[in-house]
């Protein structure tokens, strides 16, 4: 199957400073990518859609200052959470679907960020 | 909108059967999801069902209903590796996720 990866898996950063999540698609295109955040016992909520060569298309109450995303090209998404706040500590997971437009989507392994 | 429900705990014995509802009522419907999510680390794909019926796929089957706006995942001869969150998530470009089902099986 189609796999998705994420880098880096965890990370620990002080309030205040930045952190960039990579999600890339390792054997297939993926126009479009999608973050999700995920709190302890709680479900996955959608973040934003990434779009390949345009701009992202952030959920309602996801501030697109502070969560900050670029899909450069067709493997690679990447997340850049500014400002970082223990608040937004938090287990994020980007997920890719194929250019074919298959309709699974296929999901990375997940980055826990940590701040401090 | 979405609005995705199902259980929040279910436990059941290895070997035995255990049914997980998930009832939803969005503005629209493109198909129905089941993924499994094991503490700390990504879904994993189950099944996708987008027209009515029961949809099987070794131990795990799906079924829809979307008229009722209904859907169970059914696990057979529960294994303690099944033990893990079910989410039941709708849409097809974007998805809605309800906030999981977990299951405990024990020996």
């Known amino acids: 199957g189609a796999v998705v990866s994420q880098h880096p898996s965890w990370v620990i950063c002080k309030s205040g400073t930045s952190v960039k999540i990579e999600c890339r698609s390792l054997d297939f295109q993926a126009t479009t990518m999608f973050w999700y955040r995920q709190f302890p016992k709680q479900s996955l909520m959608l973040m934003a859609t990434s779009n390949e060569g345009s701009k992202a298309t952030y959920e309602q109450g996801v501030e697109k200052d502070k969560f900050l995303i670029n899909h450069a090209s067709l493997t690679l998404s990447t997340l850049t959470v500014t400002s970082a706040h223990p608040e937004d500590s938090s287990f994020y997971i980007c997920s890719a679907r194929e250019t074919s437009g298959a309709y699974e989507q296929y999901f990375g392994p997940g980055t826990r960020l940590t701040v401090t | 909108g979405q609005n995705i429900d199902q259980p929040t705990e279910m436990t059941a014995t290895e070997g035995a059967i255990v049914q997980i509802n998930c009832t939803y009522q969005t503005s629209g419907f493109n198909g129905l999801f089941w993924y499994q999510q094991h503490a700390g680390e990504a879904p994993t794909f189950l099944s996708y069902?987008?027209?009515?019926g029961l949809e099987e796929k070794g131990r795990f089957s799906s079924f829809l209903s979307r008229s009722k706006g209904y859907s169970y995942l059914l696990l057979k001869e529960l294994q303690m590796k099944d033990s893990a969150s079910y989410l039941c998530?709708?849409?097809?470009?974007?998805?809605?996720f309800g906030a999981g089902t977990t299951v405990t099986v024990r020996a």
């Open positions: 069902n987008v027209l009515d």
């Open positions: 998530a709708v849409g097809d470009y974007k998805l809605s």
